[in-house]
């Protein structure tokens, strides 16, 4: 069974993509998709096929929801909560469907100045789309897989006709639901990910990259119906299983997440006056660290270049604050990723007296480092510090390695 699937958004994202790029990489689960929509309540009202596909460049899998009945596509999040919460279907996929529901309507709301509830969903609120959100949640919990990553996100150019008139790419919904993912633009036009695709991507919560120790088992292709000069409109999704290592050391986890960097060079303004800056800027609970380096630049004057890192959500109020501090006329702000080792803080005692030790997990073993505050607070000499500086990180790494 896979241990982590990604996502290559070729040519985008829909529902019905990643439903279809879902049975193309697991096929047994296709025989079942009937019985869910049974489950969820409305098994006269839409038709499933899923068939091959081939657009003269990759062979994969289409699939598509067909509305039985052409009716008013207008529902209000409130009914369809009702709907869902009340249907046979598990606990599990029921969740998954509300929490993808819920994410579109909450950006919904806060687009059109709503209360949640009040919400009404036009193209989402048709019986293929509910199908869509009810059958990638069934899937989504049918692999369970530990973990999700995902590709850079084609933004897409120009407008889409909606229930709201003609609207740019992406719509404001999709829009929203991006936020935080790293897009780009290849310069085709059209609509890339829709909204129930964003909203799919928002509830997997995806890294943007594939852990180690993984080996690639199984790739499978959704296609879309739009079609794409000189590009499949296909997302593939590939499965990842735990193998062999290779040596002695041990599969090692991290956490994945993105800050922003924010770096500028200073030459007029005084070293006293950048170091209260730099003390500043690293007050601030958001960011995470700074550094500078001296360099001789222009006219050899010499400068001190400034990096800060920070999280992703306080980028405008530290860059606001680096344009105070310091002399700078312009900050470069880069997203850049990170891949954080586990670790905690473990309290120990020496002598009687408690210090911090912070025990990291690598792939060669456990490492520990004591807090160098608590050793300079302890009065000790040199020699002494280094002494109970051995003995509260060893006693650190016995604690956790009884765990």
């Known amino acids: 069974m896979a241990n982590h699937i990604h996502l290559d958004l070729v040519g985008g994202l829909s529902g019905d993509m990643f439903i279809a790029g879902m049975l193309d990489a697991f096929p047994e689960f296709t025989g079942g998709l009937d019985q869910v929509i049974v489950a969820a309540g409305f098994p006269e009202l839409v038709e499933l096929t899923c068939q091959p596909h081939n657009d003269g460049i990759l062979t994969g899998t289409r699939f598509e929801v067909t509305s039985v009945k052409h009716e008013h596509h207008h529902r209000h999040y409130a009914a369809i909560k009702e709907s869902l919460s009340a249907s046979d279907l598990n606990d599990a996929v029921k969740q998954g469907a509300l929490s993808i529901f819920a994410l579109i309507a909450e950006v919904e709301a806060e687009i059109h100045g709503k209360k949640v509830e009040e919400v009404a969903f036009h193209e989402v609120g048709a019986w293929d789309s509910i199908a869509d959100i009810v059958l990638a949640a069934h899937l989504i919990d049918a692999v369970k897989v530990s973990s999700w990553s995902v590709s850079a996100i084609p933004i897409g150019r120009g407008l889409v006709d909606t229930a709201h008139g003609r609207l740019p790419v992406p719509a404001p919904a999709t829009a929203k639901l991006l936020q935080g993912f790293e897009v780009f633009d290849d310069g085709i036009d059209g609509e890339r990910v829709t909204p129930t695709g964003a909203a799919i991507l928002k509830y997997l919560a995806p890294s943007r990259q594939i852990p180690a120790g993984l080996s690639v088992s199984v790739a499978g292709y959704g296609f879309g119906k739009k079609v794409f000069p000189g590009l499949s409109n296909t997302v593939r999704v590939s499965t990842y299983s735990s193998g062999e290592v290779d040596g002695p050391l041990s599969p090692v986890e991290w956490h994945e997440d993105q800050v922003m960097r924010l770096s500028f060079e200073?030459?007029?303004?005084?070293?006293?006056?950048?170091?209260?800056?730099?003390?500043?800027?690293?007050?601030?609970?958001?960011?995470?660290?700074?550094?500078?380096?001296?360099?001789?630049?222009?006219?050899?004057?010499?400068?001190?270049?400034?990096?800060?890192?920070?999280?992703?959500?306080?980028?405008?109020?530290?860059?606001?604050?680096?344009?105070?501090?310091?002399?700078?006329?312009?900050?470069?702000?880069?997203?850049?990723?990170?891949?954080?080792?586990?670790?905690?803080?473990?309290?120990?005692?020496?002598?009687?007296?408690?210090?911090r030790v912070k025990v990291a997990r690598r792939p060669a073993g456990l490492?520990?480092?004591?807090?160098?505050?608590?050793?300079?607070?302890?009065?000790?000499?040199?020699?002494?510090?280094?002494?109970?500086?051995?003995?509260?990180?060893?006693?650190?790494?016995?604690?956790?390695?009884?765990?």
């Open 367 to 403: 490492t520990a480092k004591v807090e160098m505050d608590d050793l300079i607070e302890s009065g000790l000499n040199r020699a002494e510090m280094e002494t109970v500086r051995v003995q509260a990180e060893l006693l650190a790494v016995k604690e956790v390695e009884k765990r």
């Open 266 to 355: 200073l030459d007029d303004q005084t070293p006293e006056s950048i170091a209260l800056a730099v003390e500043q800027l690293r007050d601030h609970e958001s960011v995470l660290d700074v550094t500078q380096q001296a360099f001789w630049g222009k006219k050899n004057r010499q400068g001190f270049a400034i990096v800060v890192l920070v999280k992703m959500e306080a980028t405008d109020e530290v860059t606001e604050q680096c344009f105070s501090l310091t002399t700078t006329l312009g900050v470069r702000r880069e997203r850049v990723d990170r891949a954080i080792l586990q670790r905690e803080e473990i309290v120990v005692y020496v002598n009687e007296r408690a210090y």
